[in-house]
Each structure stands twice: as structure tokens, then as C-alpha cells.
């Protein structure tokens, strides 16, 4: 199986794509990177240049070459069973708005879909890739470019010892319907919907919470209260 670890650099409200970075990567007894891509592009403004520091005239650097790098990276996608990116459904919404003919095949996210053994302290249960680098001992040099994330993804599935199980169980996930799930709970017992990772909806008032189905029943039996399914994705 191949997979494609693909990141993104954004400039704006819009998302509109400053850089593209991606590897194609080999999982099965021998695994690592096969082949790797990266590229500026242009763009006439960068609205979070102090993060990522990609400066606009940089970018038009890229102008005589980013269309051959784009080329190759669908190539490689042509190679890939799946796309991954730490956050899928941002990187893939900002490929498949600008670049709706790069990238065809299914995508699975790092962050939610693969089971590190990470438990994020984090409220909605989200980590960042470095929090997660960190955790297998991986160490940070740079960070805020496309090529810098794709190459610390990489070395985290490089570090995993079971590589194979843990993208067949990503996949199982990833392929099971998401379910939105409301806690039954009074005003005095909130507390227990904010430590079980609900989140409050003051529009709609309830703590609610998305879920994978394959994992509700499991998840419900941790709970103190009842909850209900309130929407399927």
C-alpha cells in the first residue's frame, strides 16, 4: 500500500495556497519515502507571513516552475491508495477548492483517523504535529512550512512499530459514518459533559459531541449520563 502525505500552506481568510508539499510513502515490510515534491506558490499577498514566513515576492520564484511540480505530484497521487494529511479536512478542502483535478483517491487524517496512543489534553481532543513528534521522541528543528510538516509526518509513521495495523484501523475509522451526540445532562452536572470532550452549542444550547459510529458504543459506556443521536453526517 502507498500513501500520499500531503501538507499545506495557506495566506488567507480564503485558504488560498501558498505552498504544496508531498511524499509518497510505502507502507508494508519495507517501508519509508519514495518520492517527495515541494513547491511555492505564487500568490500577490500573505495575510500570516510572520508565521509561516513565506514572502509574496518569494513565491514568484515558483512562477517558471510550480505547474511541473503540481505534474508530479499528481503522478504520485496516481501511485497512492490514499492521500493523509495531520489535518485532513483542512488540506484536502483547500487541494480538492483549488486544485479540484490533483488528488483523487480517499483521504485519512492523522490527527483524527490514525491511533497513535497520543491522549490529547486538548478539550476537543485535537494535538498539533509537533505535540505529537514530541511524543515519539522525535525532534523539532523548523515548523510552519509544508515541506518541514510532510518530512515530521513522515518520521512519525517511520517511528511506528506496527506501521501496517495502524493504517488498516485508520482506514476501518475513516470509512465509518459520523455521528453528532448530545449529553443528557443537567445544568448542575455540565462538568461531566466538559470533561468527557463535549462542546457547548450556545445557539443551540446542548453539549454535543461528533463521534465515529464504530466507536459510540465503547465511548457511551465511559460516560456517567445518557446521551442521544441528535444528526448523522
Not at 481568510?13 to 507502507?27: F, G, R
Amino acid at each position: 500500500m502507498k500513501l500520499l502525505i500531503v501538507d499545506t500552506e495557506t495566506a488567507d481568510d480564503e485558504n488560498t495556497p501558498c505552498e504544496i508539499s508531498a511524499t509518497l510513502y510505502q507502507v508494508g515490510e519495507h517501508k519509508g519515502a519514495v518520492a517527495s515534491v515541494s513547491t511555492l506558490l505564487p500568490i500577490d499577498a500573505n495575510n500570516v507571513q510572520a508565521i509561516n514566513g513565506i514572502a509574496p515576492e518569494l513565491t514568484t520564484s515558483s512562477i517558471p516552475i510550480y505547474k511541473n511540480a503540481l505534474s508530479f505530484l499528481e503522478e504520485m497521487a496516481t501511485q497512492a491508495d490514499y492521500a493523509v494529511a495531520f489535518n485532513a479536512e483542512f488540506d484536502s478542502e483547500v487541494v480538492n477548492n483549488f486544485f479540484p483535478d490533483l488528488i483523487s483517491v480517499p483521504w485519512l487524517c492523522a490527527m483524527k483517523d490514525f491511533n497513535w496512543g497520543y491522549h490529547s489534553i486538548n478539550s476537543h481532543g485535537g494535538f498539533k504535529l509537533t505535540d505529537l513528534a514530541l511524543f515519539l521522541g522525535i525532534g523539532i528543528s523548523t515548523v510552519h512550512r509544508a515541506g518541514d510538516d510532510v518530512r515530521l509526518l513522515v518520521e512519525c509513521l517511520n517511528r511506528h512499530n506496527n506501521l501496517p495495523k495502524l493504517v488498516e484501523d485508520a482506514i476501518a475509522l475513516a470509512q465509518s459514518p459520523i455521528v453528532e451526540i448530545k449529553a443528557l445532562v443537567s445544568y448542575e452536572d455540565r462538568h461531566l459533559a466538559s470533561k468527557a470532550k463535549f462542546a457547548w452549542d450556545g445557539d443551540r444550547r446542548i453539549w454535543y459531541k461528533s463521534i465515529r459510529e464504530c466507536l459510540l458504543e465503547d465511548f457511551v459506556g465511559t460516560l456517567d449520563f445518557e446521551v442521544c443521536i441528535i444528526a448523522f453526517a
